[in-house]
Every structure is written in structure tokens, then in C-alpha cells.
């Protein structure tokens, strides 16, 4: 079936460590985004990438650092730079930007321990 | 903020009934979507409306746009306990890049 993959669902981390969240895509999307979110809060963009080997900071990107290596694959390192990490990570991909349909993976939650 | 801004936060209806939320915004679109979130879940797309668009319908679900008043709202009509959710509108704005704007979303509790 075709899809969004997100890995690991849940994730441990102890402060100071780097940890990469895994997002892989078989729709055949050019479009990618990483969001975050916080307990009973909305979506918040961490960075987004409309096509291959290009990317864009949205509006919470510092401590975060993305790859687009790949038309399947975008993904996620959250940096020991990030102060607050703890969140549940959601990974979406579009054929058609923001003018169209996002689907979403089913998300990764992180704790920092 | 640019940010799509939800109207209530919460919202508990009794099976049967309707529900509707709002969704006020600053500046000009291209686009406005709604989404469904249930708990711990990936988002789902609903209902996309164009900015040119005044309503558009899905099953029980109805969308409206009035963009004179920069605002939204989706009608869940004759709602079901598994209509239980979070729901969010995202905008695409135009001065924002191709990129949606979510909202903080209304959480919708259907009481059978």
C-alpha cells in the first residue's frame, strides 16, 4: 500500500544526544514536511523540502537539521541544540505543495529523559 | 502570527447532534484545509476549499469560506461517537511559500 513510514513510533533520549527520525514515502511526492507537536497544541513546521537535495527552515528549525538525499526519504535529526525536544514529530508529504492534500505518517513521539 | 486560530478549543455534543467549529485567519490564501487527528494519530485530510470557493460538502461534513471575514467553518452533521477527534484547519497562505499553516485545532468529544 502506498503510504508514509514513520520510525521508531516512540523514542527515548537521554540529553545531549542527537537522535534521527526516520520518514520514507512510496507516493511518488516531490513535496516533504517535518512539523512538531506539543501536548493539546496545533502543528508547528520544522523545515519542509519541495523537491530532491533542497530545503527550507520553517518556523521552528533552530536546534533541527534535515537531508533530502532521496525523493522517498526526509530525514529528521533533532540536535542536542534543541532545549526542548520532548514532542510528537509528524512527517506529511504532497504531490502539490500547500495546493493540494497532505498525508501524514503516523508520527514518532520523543522523550528526553 | 499568521496562524490559523480555531473556534472552541473544545466541544461536547451529544451523538446525533451537529458540531461546528471555526476557523478565523490574518491574510490573503490560496487555499484552506481541514484535517482530523485522533489521539496520538497522523493527521487525515477532509475537505480542501479554494479561495475562490464559498462551501463545499463531503458526506456529513460541510465547509465554508467567507474570505471578506478572513474565515472558515466545518459542520459535522448528525455526528457519530467515532466523529471523536481533533480537528484543524491549515492554510496555505499566499505571502507564506508553499507551505500549510496549522491551527490549534477544536477537540470534539461525542458523548453516545
Known amino acids: 500500500d502506498g503510504g508514509i513510514t514513520q520510525s521508531p513510533k516512540y523514542l527515548f533520549r537521554k540529553e545531549g544526544q542527537n537522535v534521527t527520525l526516520s520518514c520514507e514515502q512510496n507516493l511518488n511526492h516531490d513535496a516533504m514536511y517535518w512539523y512538531r507537536q506539543d501536548p493539546g497544541q496545533g502543528l508547528r513546521l520544522i523545515y519542509y523540502s519541495q523537491i530532491v537535495n533542497d530545503f527550507q527552515k520553517g518556523d521552528i528549525a533552530e536546534g533541527y537539521s534535515v537531508s533530502r538525499e532521496k525523493k522517498e526519504s526526509f530525514p529528521l535529526t533533532v540536535t542536542s541544540a534543541q532545549k526542548n525536544p520532548t514532542a510528537f514529530y509528524l512527517c506529511a508529504s504532497s504531490s502539490g505543495g500547500a495546493s493540494g492534500e497532505l498525508f501524514f505518517g503516523e508520527g514518532s513521539r520523543l522523550t528526553v529523559l | 502570527s499568521q496562524q490559523g486560530e480555531e473556534d472552541p478549543q473544545a466541544l461536547s455534543i451529544q451523538e446525533g447532534e451537529n458540531a461546528t467549529m471555526n476557523c478565523s485567519y490574518k491574510?490573503?490564501?490560496?487555499?484552506l484545509q481541514w484535517y482530523r487527528q485522533n489521539s496520538g494519530r497522523g493527521l487525515v485530510h477532509l475537505i480542501l476549499?479554494?479561495?475562490?470557493?464559498r462551501e463545499k460538502h463531503s458526506g456529513r461534513l460541510r465547509v465554508t469560506l467567507d474570505t471578506s471575514k478572513k474565515s472558515s467553518s466545518l459542520l459535522i452533521t448528525a455526528s457519530r461517537a467515532a466523529d471523536t477527534a481533533s480537528y484543524f484547519c491549515?492554510?496555505?497562505?499566499?505571502?507564506?511559500?508553499?507551505?500549510?499553516?496549522f491551527g490549534g485545532g477544536t477537540r470534539v468529544l461525542v458523548k453516545p
Open positions: 476549499i479554494r479561495s475562490n470557493e
Open positions: 491549515a492554510t496555505d497562505f499566499k505571502a507564506a511559500g508553499n507551505k500549510l499553516t
Open positions: 491574510t490573503s490564501i490560496n487555499n
